[in-house]
């Protein structure tokens, strides 16, 4: 996983989520995931990104994430990746991924705040659609 630089960066709304990491991924033409590493005031300690080969999904590294997150010290994640196919709808894998990251998580005080989903401007929530 790459480090984008955000310095300063506040998450603490759908509003700043999406138009930070929609900015990053609306047109990206290959899968990407990005992982948001936030205190409890929603202040982004990292934003961690990992790209897929050319029409390829992405693979959703689950120990790397918590890993990141007890090392960072993060208090929550909201994640982020898109679907160049167009369609925003998660996945049953985008699902299941989802929350085996929650169940890891929340044991160690971790919150997954949200996954969202893009499709060029469109986007998806998990937590506006209770996927969480």
Do not use: K
């Not at 998660?90 to 996954?115: Q, Y």
């Amino acid at each position: 996983m790459q480090d984008v630089g955000c310095p300063d960066t506040t998450i603490d709304s759908l509003d700043a989520a999406r138009a930070l990491l929609g900015r990053l991924l609306a047109r990206a033409e290959a899968e990407r995931l990005y992982v948001a590493h936030l205190r409890r005031d929603g202040r982004l300690i990292r934003l961690r990104v990992r790209n897929a080969a050319m029409g390829r999904q992405i693979d959703f590294p689950l120990r790397t994430i918590v890993t990141d997150a007890l090392n960072l010290g993060s208090a929550a994640l909201i994640l982020a990746h898109n679907h160049p196919s167009g369609d925003p709808t998660p996945s049953s894998a985008d699902i299941d991924a989802t929350r085996s990251l929650i169940r890891a998580a929340r044991p160690l005080g971790i919150a997954v705040s949200d996954h969202l989903v893009f499709a060029g401007e469109s986007f998806v929530s998990f937590r506006q659609r209770g996927l969480l």
